[in-house]
């Protein structure tokens, strides 16, 4: 299942009010290993048993530049970069042989974002709670085509071939970006909820999907699977962050993400990979004048593949156990 969300972690820091006329920098990044397969919510086990898993490999780093204009009112730019790759089972390394693996990477520049936030509540008036509404854009700045040359399905000849949208670094589509943050001190606990939404209206793109790729034959029964969709994606959060001594935090938070069988805008068509993955999320902070590290290692429980739109034909897809989210950040300008 493919998300693409590596932003900062909202939570990360006990105080999330930033000042008027302040910049900040941020480089996060997401790192994961995803090799177990679910249909439905359940586990594929034969897959594992029959060494034709598929290795999924994300790494996705978000470099944002934040301008705070007012004590309410802030902008962010995102730009992401991709470097992730797809790997099946070599066909000329069939069972009882050892396993080995044909790799197809995906890199570059990622879809760039740009999503303005405001307080809904004054900061002077509401230091302990308040509400954030945010809304923005996704540019279709990465590439949705990308290619890598591997060895194919049928007679393992190596050729120039599209990968997999797993790692594609981008969609193809223009995306409408909504999202809403909250928080609420009381002494040293702080808790938070965040929940951003992607909503593409785009319905395919012209890239060939795992189909064509691995070279399965499109018939009548499977001819709208040939191309890849654009889907709408969802993230949310739900905990608290506990400071510490020293500029140290901790936090715990309850999380989902997924990608949604059939988009808020326009139709659902192509191959997409919907689902569900829900996580327990530890995570440490340390913060020292302007500079901010974190780090988060959500931890995965329940992983839900649902069926393929229209369809209801059920898939599959693999899910990570865990995930890798590191942050640093950094304030300059006026304090």
């Avoid at 992983?303 to 899910?319: E, I, L, Q």
């Amino acid at each position: 299942m493919l998300i693409r969300n590596a932003a900062p972690v909202f939570g990360a820091v006990s105080n999330p009010y930033q000042q008027p006329g302040e910049w900040h920098v941020s480089i996060s990044a997401r790192n994961l290993v995803s090799n177990d397969h679910y249909s439905g919510t359940e586990e594929q086990v034969h897959r594992q048993t029959l060494a034709n898993f598929v290795t999924n490999r994300q790494n996705l780093v978000d470099i944002g530049v934040t301008r705070v204009f007012t004590n309410r009112f802030s902008a962010t730019l995102g730009v992401p970069f991709v470097n992730s790759s797809w790997a099946n089972r070599d066909p000329l390394s069939p069972l009882p042989a050892p396993r080995r693996e044909v790799e197809q990477n995906g890199r570059g520049l990622g879809d760039i974002s740009v999503t303005g936030r405001y307080w809904l509540f004054n900061p002077d008036t509401h230091r302990n709670w308040n509400v954030a509404a945010g809304g923005g854009l996704k540019l279709p700045t990465g590439n949705d085509g990308a290619q890598d040359r591997f060895a194919g399905r049928n007679d393992g000849t190596s050729a120039l071939r599209y990968v997999d949208q797993s790692v594609q670094p981008g969609d193809g589509g223009w995306g409408v970006m909504m999202d809403a943050q909250a928080f609420w001190i009381i002494d040293r606990l702080m808790l938070f909820g965040s929940g951003s939404y992607l909503a593409n209206p785009r319905d395919t793109n012209d890239t060939p999907s795992i189909l064509q790729i691995l070279e399965i034959p499109i018939t009548p029964e499977n001819q709208d699977l040939a191309f890849n969709s654009v889907p709408d994606q969802y993230l949310a959060r739900l905990g608290g962050t506990m400071a510490l001594w020293k500029g140290f935090s901790a936090s715990l938070a309850w999380r989902v993400e997924g990608l949604k069988r059939y988009d808020l805008f326009g139709d659902s068509h192509g191959w997409r990979r919907p689902g569900t993955a829900m996580f327990i999320e530890p995570g440490v902070s340390y913060s020292k004048g302007r500079h901010t590290f974190s780090l988060n290692v959500p931890i995965g429980y329940y992983y839900n593949r649902r069926p393929n739109p229209y369809t209801g034909v059920a898939g599959d897809a693999t899910f990570p156990r865990h995930i890798f989210l590191t942050s640093y950040s950094m304030g300059f300008g006026k304090s």
